[in-house]
Structures are given as structure tokens and as C-alpha cells.
């Protein structure tokens, strides 16, 4: 992210959070386990694997990566790729967090996304999950992705799902968009471009309250959550073109031309 964003919202949250997207995926306990967040990193790292780059090596780059949650599933899968983030405690957090689970540490730098410090097609795909909503200047974002972006390659983004009312769902949010909105954005740079809905909210009853019965909610959230740990998360299935509102996220692909 970069200066256009408050400064709190960058540079406080993983100071006083410490690194809690971890907490929320790959925490021991099961009551801890969320399919939803890990839908959030699966679903757009599964959109870019039509790629394989040359010599089947891919090589990709996550901007925003945060604590590194997505640098650790893209890394497990044998990928090579770069995170950045203006959070300078966030990138600790990524580099101690995978270091201790994979025995190597990530490659991550203390960059903006305006100026993403790489040659020309450096990479094979680009990964942003929740920041263009966040950003004031788009283009020279989208701009800066598709300079550093192989013939061919691709970029899979997410960002919450513009409101019917059109009020922010957070006061650090720039823009929320819809479906035809993103779409409209990211074609000015991109001449390939699909946008999905995330998050059902049908879903989202199952796993949050299906009944409305406290304790009868307790249990069919769980059973959720163990099946969608050991067998299958639906919520990484879960998407669908020209959503309407009751599909709380959006992810988007774009690709470059050859």
C-alpha cells in the first residue's frame, strides 16, 4: 500500500495484532480454523495456475503480502515469489512466520505498490488480495502490475464487495466496487478480464448462524469447519460471474497479451 492510505491503517495494525492472519488459518485448534480465510488466499492463487511460466517455473509476486500467509501457500506449492508491503512490521512477521514453518525464509521487500522496484517482466503473476480498495491512485497501481508482468501473464486480485447502500464496510477504504465496476477498472489496462463473486451469503448462513439456535449453530459450524479442513472447503468453489449483492467478495483475473 502507500502514502494515500492513512498511515494508521498500514503501519499500527500488525504492531498491535501481532501476526493474525496465521491465527485465523493455520492456528492448532480447529475452533480456530477459518475456510473462509483460507478462501481468500486459494481462490485467487488456484486462478493463477493456468500459468507456468517458462520451463514450468513460476515465478510470481504478492502485493500487500502482509504477514505472508499467501507467500507461504504460493512458496509450499514450490512457486518462487516475491512479497512486498509498506508495513515494515508485517514483512518481519512473513519472514518469522515462514521461516519456521518451511525452513527458508521468504524474499520480501519493504516497497510500494506505485513503484514496484523490478525490471520489466520480472514475473509470471501478480497476486493483491484487499488493497486496491485501499488505493487513491488505481491506474498507476494497475499500471506498475502490468510493466512487471510476462508476456502472457496474470494478475488475480480480491477486494470486498461494494454495498448495496454504497457506504464503506471500512473508514480506510478509498473505493468499494461491484462486479461491472472492477471490471470497467481493471480493462483500461488489461485487455483479458474476469470477475467472480466470493463469499456467498447462502454460505455464510450455513457456516455463521444456520438455524439461529446458539448451541445447533455451535455444532453445524464445526462440522463445517472439520470437513472443510480435511475434505472439501466449498468456500473455495464458491464463486460466480456478474454476482449481485449477496456475494460478499470479488476476485478478479486479468491477463496480458503474448
Known amino acids: 500500500m502507500d502514502g494515500d492510505v492513512k498511515p494508521e491503517a ?9 501476526a493474525y492472519h496465521w491465527s485465523l488459518t493455520y492456528h492448532e485448534s480447529l475452533r480456530r480454523h477459518n475456510p473462509r480465510m483460507h478462501a481468500r488466499y486459494d481462490v485467487p492463487l488456484r486462478l493463477v495456475q493456468g500459468y507456468e511460466g517458462s520451463g514450468g517455473k513460476r515465478v510470481g509476486l504478492e502485493i500487500g503480502c502482509g504477514d505472508g500467509v499467501l507467500l507461504y501457500k504460493a512458496m509450499s506449492r514450490g512457486d518462487r515469489i516475491v512479497g512486498i508491503d509498506l508495513a515494515y512490521d508485517s514483512l518481519t512477521h512473513a519472514s518469522e512466520q515462514i521461516t519456521g514453518r518451511l525452513k527458508r525464509p521468504p524474499q520480501v521487500v519493504n516497497a510500494s505498490c506505485y513503484h514496484l522496484p523490478f525490471p520489466h517482466q ?3 503473476y501478480v497476486l493483491s488480495i484487499e488493497v486496491i480498495e485501499h488505493l487513491a491512485d488505481v491506474d498507476r497501481y494497475l499500471q506498475e502490475i502490468k510493466r512487471v508482468l510476462r508476456p502472457g501473464g496474470m494478475v488475480a486480485l480480491t477486494t470486498p464487495h461494494r454495498q448495496e447502500s454504497g457506504m464503506l464496510q471500512d473508514p480506510f477504504h478509498v ?8 471490471a470497467t477498472c481493471l480493462g483500461k489496462h488489461f485487455p483479458k478480464v474476469s470477475v467472480w463473486g466470493m463469499y456467498p451469503a447462502a454460505l455464510d448462513r450455513l457456516y455463521f448462524h444456520a438455524t439461529g439456535i446458539g448451541p445447533l449453530d ?3 459450524c ?16 464458491s464463486i460466480r460471474h456478474a454476482p449481485d449483492h449477496c456475494w460478499a467478495g470479488l476476485v478478479a483475473l486479468c491477463t496480458v497479451d503474448c
Do not use: C, Q
Open 10 to 18: 498500514i503501519f499500527t495494525k500488525y504492531t498491535a495484532r501481532g
Open 122 to 124: 520480472s514475473f509470471d
Open 175 to 182: 473505493r468499494e466496487y461491484t462486479g461491472p465496476e472492477l
Open 218 to 220: 455451535k455444532l453445524v
Open 222 to 237: 464445526g462440522v463445517f469447519k472439520l470437513l472443510a479442513k480435511w475434505v472439501f472447503n466449498p468456500y473455495i468453489y
